[in-house]
C-alpha cells in the first residue's frame, strides 16, 4: 500500500509546475475568483459616481407619437398646431361635432435642473467616496488573497517535510525492528520486542501514507488559492527553511497600521459617505429651481411637413408640508451617521488588537523555532545514544521506540514551528496593511 502511494505521489511531483511563492501571488491576483468579484464592485462603484452626476446635467428627450379622435378640444388644439384652422372651424357644429382628425407629432423636450439646494453636489461627493471604499476594499481583498496563497504555499512546503520526516521515520523504525528480530533470534530478547517493533513500524507506515495524503491536498488548496483548478498541481521552487525578516516593533506596526490598512481606510471613507447622506438630507428642506423647453413638430401625415412650435420656462419648488418624511429622512441619516462613526471607532480598536495578536504570534514562532531546533539535536543524541544502548543489551525496546518517538515529533514539532514563523509573519504584513507581491513576507 505504501509503495503505490509512493508511486502516484511521486508520478504527480513529475508532471507539477514549478514556481515561486511570488510567482504564486501574481497568479492568485490575476486569476482568483474573489479578485475579479471585488474588481466588478470597484467598477460598478465607478459608474455609481457617473449616475451620481447625471443629474447635474440637462436631459433631453425626443419623441414621436400619434394621436387621433374628435375630441372637440383635441381637435381644436391639433388644427392649430398645424396652424391649419380656417374661419369655418367656428362654426358651432364644426367646433361641438368636429370630424376625425389626426395629429403627428415629433417633439424635443429638454429639463435641467438648475438648482437643488447643493443635493446633486452632495450625492456626487458621496459616490465619489463610496467609489473610494470600493478601491480600497479591492486593495484589501488582494492582500487576503495573498496571505491565503502564503499560507498555502507554505503548507506545501510544510507537507513536503512532513512527508519527508514520515518517510525517515519508517527507515528508523524499520531498523530497530531488524535489530529486534536478529535479538529474537539470538535468544537475547523476548518475541514481545520484536512485537512491539512491528507494532510502530505500521504506525509509521499509516503516518507516511496520511502525510502523502496531506500533501495532495496542500497542493489542491494551493491551486485553489491561485484560482486554478482542482486538478492543476504546482511545485514550490523553494525549501521551508528559516527565514531572516525586518524587525518589527510592536508600537510602529500599530501606527503603520493605522495609516496603511485598506480597509481601515474603506471605513473612513463609508463615514464620509454618510456625512454627505446627512448634508443631501438637510438640502432636501431647500428650493428646487428647474428650466424646462420643448421644441414641436405637428402635421396631419407621417414627415415634417406640418408647422412647429415651441416652449420654454422655469419652475421654482418649495415644499412646504410633506408629512414629516423629510424631517424623519434626516433624523435616520443622523443616526447612521452615529452609527458610522462608532463603527469606524470600534474598528480601529479591532485593528490595533489584530495588530499586537499577529506581533505576538510571530514573535513566539521565531521562540518556538529556537528551541525546537535545540530539541532536534538532543533528540538525535538521545536516540544514537539509546541505539548503542540497545544493541549492547542495557535498554529495551520499549525505551528505543519511547526515545524515536521523541525524536520524531521533535522534527515535526520543528518544521510545523519554521512554518508558524514564516506564515505568520505575512500575518504581521496583512494585520498592518503592508502585504503585498513584492513585500518581504513573499519576497524574502
Known sequence: MVALVLLSVGAAAQDATPLTLADAAKMTLANNPMHKAALADTKAASAGVLEARAPMLPRI????????????????????RQQVFSAQ????????????????????????????????????????????AAEQQLNRTDQELVFQTVQAFYGVLLAQKQVQVAEDAVKTVEAIEQQSRARVESGMAVDSDLLSAQVQYSARQQELIERRNQLALAQTRLALAMGAGSDALYQP????????????????????????????????AERSAQDKSVSMAKAAFGPRLNGFGSWEEDSHSVGWTGANNWVAGAELQFDLFSGGAKRAQLAREKALQERAAAGHAGFQDAVRLEVRQAYYQFDAAQQQVKVARSAIAQADESLRINQNRYEGGLSTVTDMLRVEEAAHRAKADYWQAVYRMNASYAGVELATGTLTVDSPAVTQ
Open 237 to 268: 521552487r523553494e525549501a521551508l527553511e528559516e527565514r531572516v525578516f525586518p524587525a518589527a516593533d510592536v508600537n510602529q506596526l500599530e501606527k503603520t497600521a493605522m495609516e496603511k490598512r485598506p480597509d481601515l481606510k474603506r471605513s473612513e
Open 61 to 80: 428627450m425626443f419623441a414621436e407619437n400619434f394621436t387621433g379622435g374628435n375630441d372637440p378640444v383635441f381637435v381644436f388644439g391639433a388644427k392649430l
Open 89 to 132: 372651424d367656428f362654426a358651432l357644429n364644426s367646433l361641438n361635432r368636429p370630424t376625425p382628425f389626426g395629429n403627428y407629432a415629433s417633439r424635443f423636450s429638454g429639463q435641467w435642473n438648475l438648482f437643488d439646494s447643493t443635493q446633486s453636489w452632495k450625492a456626487l461627493d458621496r459616490a465619489r467616496f463610496m467609489n473610494v
